[in-house]
């Protein structure tokens, strides 16, 4: 009695677990990305607008969303003598799981696309 085992697929899949690492940090820097966009949106959308130059600081960055000018955080967290006005928190917060959604459809399109 013998036993033949057949792999069909083998060159493909093993293509695939090479370039896996590269095409998650791929997805993931595009997740990133377009996360970044959307909360830096919101943000921008209630932040205080007193001369409008805090909302026009607001941007997506790299590494998340940023608000260039010296005296952000200090509306962000407030201070002593003058209550905080968050608006990058609940940007954030209210978009938790559509950021969720953004790295897990990335994701599941390289585990896909990578399985074709």
């Known amino acids: ?17 090479r370039d896996f690492p590269i095409r998650v940090k791929r997805a993931m820097e595009e ?8 909360i830096a949106q919101r943000a921008k959308s209630i932040a205080p607008k007193r ?17 260039r000018v010296p005296y952000a955080k200090f509306v962000e967290f407030g201070t002593r003598k ?16 559509k950021v969720r959604n953004i790295f897990r459809t990335k994701i599941e399109d390289v585990l896909r696309n990578g399985l074709r």
Do not use: C, H, Y
């Not at 009695?1 to 677990?17: D, P, Q």
């Not at 001369?51 to 608000?67: F, N």
């Open 1 to 17: 009695m013998s036993l033949t085992l057949e792999l069909r697929g083998w060159e493909e899949f093993r293509r695939f677990l």
């Open 31 to 38: 997740a990133g990305q377009e996360a970044s966009r959307l």
């Open 51 to 67: 001369t409008g130059l805090l909302r026009d600081s607001i941007r997506p960055s790299l590494l998340g969303v940023e608000a």
């Open 82 to 97: 003058m209550k905080a006005q968050p608006f990058l928190r609940p940007a954030i917060s209210e978009n938790i799981g």
